[in-house]
T-cell receptor
């Protein structure tokens, strides 16, 4: 099956710094990428949707200036958490879609801890 | 926003028993999917049921969908300790957007 990778798997950073998370589709072209956030013992919450070459669409309550999403190619999307704070500590998961019928693939997630 | 609501929130059973989890949603859907997530890990896609289907099987998994009641159930038969995980339903309302429910934590004791 299709593979989606995320890098890094986990990251610890200091408050105030920025962190970039990569999401790659390894064997298909991801027309659309979705970014989710999951706090401990909670469900996945959609943060934003990005189509290749277009600006991302953010869900209500998600700060677009804080969570920068770039989807510059059909195989790579990046999420940059700018000026990270401890409350941004979470599990970030990307999902890639080639917009085929019911085809969607999740990355393994990135655990971010902000100290 | 979350659409799916699973119940129970948590379930503890013995190996060999069956586990049933339910999911309710609010709007029209194209399909409904069930996922498993082991603690701190990524999602594993279990099964997808389309809006025009009522029941689907995959191994020890059985999923039902009642669009009139906007609900779905996931049955795991003959559970194993390795089935211990969180289970989420996710609804696809179209445009490939998935909305996840709050999940059910399943603990299967040997």
């Amino acid at each position: 099956g299709a593979v989606v990778s995320q890098h890094p798997s986990w990251v610890i950073c200091k408050s105030g710094t920025s962190v970039k998370i990569e999401c790659r589709s390894l064997d298909f072209q991801a027309t659309t990428m979705f970014w989710y956030r999951q706090f401990p013992k909670q469900s996945l919450m959609l943060m934003a949707t990005s189509n290749e070459g277009s600006k991302a669409t953010y869900e209500q309550g998600v700060e677009k200036d804080k969570f920068l999403i770039n989807h510059a190619s059909l195989t790579l999307s990046t999420l940059t958490v700018t000026s990270a704070h401890p409350e941004d500590s979470s599990f970030y998961i990307c999902r890639a879609s080639d917009n085929g019928p019911y085809e969607q693939y999740f990355g393994p997630g990135t655990r971010l801890t902000v100290t | 926003s979350q659409q799916g609501e699973e119940d129970p929130q948590a379930l503890s059973i013995q190996e060999g028993e069956n586990a049933t989890m339910n999911c309710s949603y609010k709007t029209s859907i194209n399909n409904l999917q069930w996922y498993r997530q082991n603690s701190g890990r990524g999602l594993v896609h279990l099964i997808l049921i389309r809006s025009n289907e009522r029941e689907k099987h995959s191994g020890r998994l059985r999923v039902t969908l009642d669009t009139s009641k906007k609900s779905s159930s996931l049955l795991i038969t003959a559970s194993r300790a390795a089935d211990t995980a969180s289970y989420f339903c996710a609804t696809d309302e179209g445009y490939s957007t998935l909305t996840f429910g709050k999940g059910t934590m399943l603990l299967v004791s040997p």
